[in-house]
Nanobody, 121 residues
Framework: QVQLVESGGGLVQAGGSLRLSCAAS????????MGWYRQAPGKQRELVAA???????NYADSVKGRFTISRDNAKNTVYLQMNSLKPEDTAVYYC???????????????WGQGTQVTVSS
């Protein structure tokens, strides 16, 4: 199977920065898209940013110009650099990946366990 493990969340003041990391491990042949989602209390989970294996990126309008997604294909790791954080960025952040599993011939979508990001005003 495949596991995604996130790290880097925490408490930060408004205007500050955090860097999230998510490492994938297990029966991985290759990874297509990787991304970050977030879910605030009482709200639906939403896409924050995504990146393809070739490096093409996509961002939610609310984070454009402040967040940067990147990945290290050799390490099966995706990062989210978050700058100029705002209280409304407070949420649980989840990473996700579309993984081609060894000996399966199919891509499967996996989620990390989530990491809390809290931005104080």
């Amino acid at each position: 199977q495949v596991q995604l493990v996130e790290s880097g969340g925490g408490l930060v003041q408004a205007g500050g920065s955090l860097r999230l990391s998510c490492a994938a491990s297990g029966s991985i042949f290759s990874i297509n898209a990787m991304g970050w989602y977030r879910q605030a209390p009482g709200k639906q989970r939403e896409l924050v940013a995504a990146i393809t294996s070739g490096g093409s990126t996509n961002y939610a309008d609310s984070v454009k110009g402040r967040f940067t997604i990147s990945r290290d294909n050799a390490k099966n790791t995706v990062y989210l650099q978050m700058n100029s954080l705002k209280p409304e960025d407070t949420a649980v952040y989840y990473c996700a990946a579309d993984v081609l599993v060894f000996n399966s011939g199919s891509y499967y979508h996996y989620w990390g366990q989530g990491t809390q990001v809290t931005v104080s005003s």
